[in-house]
């Protein structure tokens, strides 16, 4: 194994992974990252299981050859569809001593302690869904929960295009929202269960009823996070620590840089990279 200690490897289909980038931050400022973004591909959501895993093996591989030793899958239909083969088939044989972690397991155990009717809903591309991974999660820890999956497939191309903040993006937002909560009028709390859903937050929250929760992951994996450094002092020391943050994407850079210093509130200047 390699000692050389590296950046924090983030990685998501696209823009999503930037609002786990951000919560992340927040709680640990100290660490440096490197954001790989495979835009060129996005979505992921709509594609295969075989694919979404090959897709992210690759990414998770670049992210290994750019020196990380820990790389966050910042993607939900990355993390149901890829991580569970990439911890068992791909790392023991190939790259022991790394770690690759997700995001669905830190947010279905954050969703335990806020739902009081125990009724929730989940806003996931269809891959997600399909997979039932957060059923999966809920029947593990909560099985008094009840679990609503609702597809939303036009939701990554309408910020992977920028319409996010447009109000043609409305009727796609309000069509989601009413498909589940119609389906279980007692949810309490929505589950975005897609990490680019935070840039539909002004919509969403207008188009949610009152008083129904809604859970975005980015300050949920941070919190995480920090708590698996604390608890995995090995790793920590392999996780240089400057507070930089570094981008790559598949795509044009200049595209990639000017959607995402948008979403980031700050001037991004990415290199393109293939995987
Ligand atoms: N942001 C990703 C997720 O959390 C995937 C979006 C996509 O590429 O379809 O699921």
Redesign the pocket.
Known sequence: MEHTAGKIGIF??????LTILNGIRRQLPQYDYLYLG?NAR??????SFDIVFDFTRQAVEELFRHGCHLVIL???????KALRSIQQQVLPDRYPGRRVLG?IRPTVEAVGEISRTRHIGLL?????VRSHSYRMEIEKLYPEMRITETACPMW?PLI?TGEAGNDGADYFVKKYIDTVMEADPEIDTLVL?????PLLLPKIRKFAPEGVNIIA?GEIVGTSLADYMRRHPEIDVLCTKGGDTRYLTTENAEIFDSLASVFMHDKIRSSRISL
């Open positions: 998501d289909s696209g823009y999503g992974g495979d996005a979505p992921y959501g709509t594609r910042a993607c939900n239909t990355a993390s149901a995001v996931a591309t269809p891959g997600t990554v992977e269960g897609c990490t680019h859903y992951q």
